[in-house]
């Protein structure tokens, strides 16, 4: 989107020469659009869904399949015990990989509910691809912080992008891991969040994925391929 503006500034010097006004007109343009980006800080949610296929660019996921977002309590990370689009899927990784993450918030459940909530974000650095994943041991009651998310939204039935229409709250970009006992950030991904997401502590929370390219505070996909966007102005 191009954007054109003049206006009118005044000139206190030149006008000492003859037939220099005291104000001049300037014209000025700027080009909005979103911007490829390869990190994710603010407005990230502390949650990382394994890969199924670290080399695919949706990751190995189906648009408008619910996958993990958090496993169920420990002993549970295993097939059979996740959400419908990891039915299938044996998931690697230790046992402390319960699908929290920390980007800062720490291990407490407040802190992890902050970082739901409000998008709280306390790395010195934006996680990018390849970056290492630290992840949150125990099982968290998250499931409280998650609903009022979804609360917030204005559009609680849509469970797609093309229907949906809502302000954003349901809407949770988060990094996505190889899956590995060392875990790495493989790219990043759009999920939502419904009314069951998450509405038992011993069951695992479950999102919609959406897909592989969110626009970063919009409730729109980016225009190119996979990756991370941002709406920002060019020169």
């Known amino acids: 989107m ?3 503006l003049s206006g009118t500034v005044p000139i206190y010097f030149l006008r000492v020469l003859p037939g220099v006004s005291s104000n001049h007109s300037v014209p000025v343009a700027a080009v909005a659009g979103q911007g490829l980006e390869n990190k994710l800080g603010a407005g990230m949610n502390p949650f990382s869904p394994d890969a199924q296929n ?3 660019p949706h990751f190995g996921f189906t648009i408008g399949e619910f996958y993990t977002l958090k496993w169920a309590p420990p002993g549970q990370r295993k097939k059979g015990t996740n959400c419908a689009g990891d039915a299938n899927f044996t998931p ?9 993450i920390d980007i800062g918030q720490g291990s407490g459940n407040s802190g992890l509910g902050d970082a739901i909530v409000n998008g709280g974000y306390y790395l010195p650095e934006p996680l990018e691809i390849g970056d290492p994943i630290v992840h949150v041991q125990g ?6 912080f998650i609903l009022t998310r979804f609360d917030q939204d204005n559009d609680r039935t849509s469970n797609n992008l093309t229907s949906y229409t ?6 949770v970009p988060v990094p996505i891991n190889n899956g590995l006992d060392s875990s790495l950030v493989v790219g990043f991904g759009l999920f939502m969040l419904t009314d069951t ?14 897909s592989n390219n969110p626009v970063m505070y919009s409730d ?9 966007y941002r709406v920002k102005l060019f020169n």
Do not use: F, M, Q
Not at 139 to 144: E, F, Q
Not at 197 to 202: K, L, R
Not at 220 to 228: F, H, Q, T, Y
């Open 2 to 4: 191009r954007v054109e």
């Open 54 to 56: 670290p080399n695919d």
């Open 92 to 100: 690697g990784g230790g046992s402390s990989d319960r699908g929290y």
């Open 139 to 144: 099982n968290k009651h998250v499931g409280p």
């Open 166 to 171: 809502g302000n954003g709250r349901r809407l």
């Open 197 to 210: 997401s998450c509405t038992n502590n011993n069951k695992p929370c479950c999102a919609i994925y959406l």
């Open 220 to 228: 729109k996909k980016g225009a190119g391929g996979s990756g991370l």
